[in-house]
């Protein structure tokens, strides 16, 4: 007589596996990988890969020795985490800047809370907001787009976002700094034109990633969308309202790290909402912080402590935004 194996649900098999989904999020990063290796050259290759072997070893160490369970680095969870944080560095950060905050991405965000699945902050934002607190110089130095083989006609090493925020504190109005920065429009701004982190030198590789993703069904478009929509709806009115103080939609929407975070990083699955409810208030509450930071706060961005803030409200969101149970939906 043949045994009978007796498991647990679910028993429906997909083909979605962590390791195809990491690749294909790395697959979506390459186009942004590629124009910021180009633009900024050994710089951004050495953070890259100083990033990348850190959040691996640190994964390895962990596990191996501390945890003494299986080593899951091959599922390329630690990677994408490397890569992220990589590309939400100043390209001219030093090598040891991207080591501590790989350290704190896996170390502190992901392993304390016992691996893949059960970190409650996206893990490269952990990295990111905790460089940008203890090393604010070395965060904050920006370098002009420079192609490996030409020379970029590249305005300023100072972000928009600084600009706009430096020229506000200083007197002037938005349109005189517009005036006095020819690339800070839209059109500019699409391809590396202006100095930032390597992840934002061009929004068009983070849109084909974008679009990839969608294509392979990684992500749902409701968190990115909301967010997009939020934020030019409220840049939108406090620029109606006082355009000398406050900068509009298309600025907001392609300065700062507002594609990279929405698209990689605010879509996490772990540290998103599992509805589609959920989603659009998860992107809602995005959105808002930050505009509110952006136009309030003390730091230029504010998509990286947005994202974080909400990470903590997306238990309350899943056990708000249930999905109707199978058996128990309204009956016509």
């Not at 942004?32 to 850190?54: D, E, H, K, P, R």
């Not at 460089?131 to 002009?144: G, K, N, Q």
Request: glycine content about 8%; some cysteine; overall charge positive.
């Amino acid at each position: 007589m043949s045994k009978t194996i007796v498991s647990p649900a679910p028993h429906v098999h997909s083909e979605f596996s962590t390791v195809r989904l990491m690749r294909d999020v790395l697959i979506a990063l390459a186009p942004a990988v590629l124009v910021s290796l180009y633009f900024y050259g050994w710089n951004a290759l050495l953070l890259l890969v100083c990033c990348v072997a850190t959040c691996m070893a640190v994964q390895y160490l962990i596990e191996k020795f501390m945890l003494k369970c299986s080593v899951t680095v091959m599922d390329c969870s630690c990677i994408v985490t490397g890569v992220l944080l990589a590309l939400n560095l100043p390209p001219a950060a030093p090598w040891w800047v991207a080591v501590i905050g790989s350290i704190v991405a896996i170390g502190i965000a992901k392993m304390s809370f016992g691996g893949l699945g059960q970190n409650v902050f996206n893990p490269a934002l952990v990295g990111r907001v905790f460089l940008l607190i203890s090393f604010p110089v070395a965060m904050t130095t920006w370098t002009a787009p420079q192609s490996w083989f030409h020379s970029v006609d590249a305005f300023s090493g100072a972000t928009p976002l600084a600009l706009i925020n430096e020229g506000l504190h200083s007197g002037s109005t938005v349109q005189e700094i517009l005036a006095a920065n020819p690339d800070l429009t839209p059109a500019q701004m699409l391809f590396a034109r202006a100095g930032g982190s390597a992840g934002e030198a061009s929004v068009i590789a983070l849109l084909i990633g974008f679009v990839y993703l969608l294509c392979r069904r990684v992500i749902k478009p409701h968190i990115p969308v909301t967010i997009w929509i939020t934020v030019a709806v409220m840049t939108g009115i406090f620029s109606l309202c006082n355009p000398a103080e406050y900068t509009g939609p298309l600025f907001n929407l392609f300065t700062g790290g507002l594609m990279l975070g929405s698209i990689f990083m605010a879509t996490d699955y772990v540290t998103s909402p599992m509805t589609n409810k959920g989603m659009i208030i998860f992107g809602v509450g995005i959105g808002v912080l930050t505009v509110l930071i952006r136009f309030f706060g003390s730091y230029p961005e504010g998509v990286s402590f947005a994202i974080l803030i909400m990470n903590l409200t997306v238990p309350l969101l899943n056990k708000y935004c249930k999905p109707v149970r199978y058996g128990y939906g309204r009956r016509k």
